[in-house]
């Protein structure tokens, strides 16, 4: 009986697909699968880093992880350059601030210690090798701090400015963030100001870049902000009061969350100043967590025209909380004048994702005409326990077919 069902399937499927033919239509596997077709511009980035991943480690490495995403074409890649308290390509900035030019293998011990192998990379230049590769296969590289205010307890950055650092009311510091110990540097310090300011234009300026990137971290998680300097300057502000006991008092997250756009504000005039054409990207959770949690504001800074780039974390599992954050009301606004894409996470160490969810997230975002897709990270794309490589790229070339360049500023109306 199911022989003969599949046989008359088989027989009306021959029947429509002559039928549309003569119509002028072509059915066909792919043409089922997509929602939408594949726009003229779209982005197609991946973050690059150096926790879970080994593509940063060499010019090999690179070579070959950059061919491998233009072969699939990808036209944006957003690699780590601040991270774990240090930088990783050669930095005078951080030489003179930290002591240590770079360091490219993350501190994953308590000693304090680098990687034995950092010795073997020498004076390599990881940053510079990136975007001569990139280059040659036309993608853009916009440098990411994905550490950026934060820092681990016992870094290099910690241990020389404990002044920099800010705290809870009872005097702790740590932030667990999984078990790794954090600290958060004082967004409010004029020398932490100074060494996010000096880094930003360090990278925009030494290297051939579209622009530059910070994310969710660059923030303050709202328990903090209770460090004597911090203290002194809301009294000095407010007739001698100390902040209020409550972290989440509204009127005392707001003083914080202003402090911080004045920051994005200065940090943005910093970079024009020096390179006009940087673009200032910035890869946020949704508003409400970012705003409730770490007091980032960005609704106020693309309001205010401080990031010219948006890509919004949506690491969903389920399809209605994914598409109510592609709903939400300051990206419709957002998108109106710069582009707007979304970040779908492609896997963690310990946690594999489907490859049918990856297309079917691509699929719904380009349903809504976002700017397109950036994936955390790259090495997730190819490392599945229960999907083979083969099955991975093949998806990834269906959803990509064809090279596209990344979208542009538009004009603000």
Do not use: C
């Not at 593509?55 to 233009?70: E, T």
């Not at 304090?112 to 590769?133: K, V």
């Not at 650092?165 to 005097?171: A, E, H, K, S």
């Amino acid at each position: 009986m199911k022989r003969h069902r599949w046989a008359w399937r088989n027989r009306l499927a021959v029947y429509l697909t002559a039928l549309f033919a003569t119509l002028g239509f072509i059915l066909s596997p792919q043409a089922i699968s997509k929602t939408a077709p594949a726009p003229t511009q779209e982005l197609r980035g991946v973050w690059l880093t150096n926790i879970d991943s080994d593509v940063l480690f060499s010019r090999d490495r690179l070579k070959k992880g950059i061919r491998r995403l233009a072969n699939l074409n990808f036209n944006t890649v957003y690699p780590t350059v601040w991270n774990w308290g240090y930088t990783l390509y050669p930095s005078p900035v951080a030489a003179a601030a930290i002591g240590t030019p770079k360091r490219l293998y993350p501190d994953m011990g308590n000693t304090g210690q680098p990687d034995a192998r950092e010795a073997e990379q020498g004076d390599r230049d990881m940053l510079q090798e990136l975007i001569e590769l990139a280059r040659a296969k036309n993608m853009s590289v916009i440098p990411w701090l994905e550490f950026g205010l934060m820092a681990p307890a016992n870094s290099d950055l910690a241990k020389r400015h404990p002044d920099w650092l800010t705290q809870r009311q009872d005097g702790s510091r740590i932030v667990k963030e999984g078990r790794d110990p954090r600290v958060w540097l004082n967004p409010f310090h004029p020398k932490v100001q100074q060494l996010i300011a000096d880094l930003m234009v360090e990278i925009v300026t030494q290297y051939d870049v579209e622009g530059i990137q910070l994310d969710d971290h660059f923030g303050l998680p709202v328990e903090l902000g209770y460090d004597p300097f911090t203290v002194k300057l809301y009294q000095q502000e407010h007739q001698g009061k100390k902040p209020p006991k409550n972290p989440r008092d509204k009127a005392w997250m707001r003083w914080r969350a202003d402090k911080i756009t004045n920051l994005m504000s200065n940090l943005f005039k910093a970079v024009k100043a020096k390179n006009p054409k940087a673009l200032i990207s910035l890869s946020p959770n949704p508003a409400d967590f970012s705003y409730e949690v770490l007091l980032q504001d960005w609704r106020t800074w693309e309001q205010l025209g401080y990031i010219e780039e948006l890509v919004i974390q949506v690491y969903r599992q389920d399809r209605n909380r994914f598409l109510m954050e592609l709903e939400r009301p300051e990206l419709q606004r957002a998108r109106q004048h710069i582009p707007v894409s979304i970040g779908i996470l492609s896997g963690l160490k310990n946690r594999d994702v489907p490859m049918d969810w990856i297309q079917q997230q691509v699929e719904w975002v380009r349903d809504r005409k976002f700017a397109g897709v950036s994936f955390f990270f790259y090495e997730t794309l190819w490392t599945s326990k229960t999907e083979s490589l083969d099955r991975r790229s093949h998806t990834l070339q269906t959803l990509f077919e064809q090279s596209v360049q990344r979208p542009t500023l538009a004009k603000k109306s």
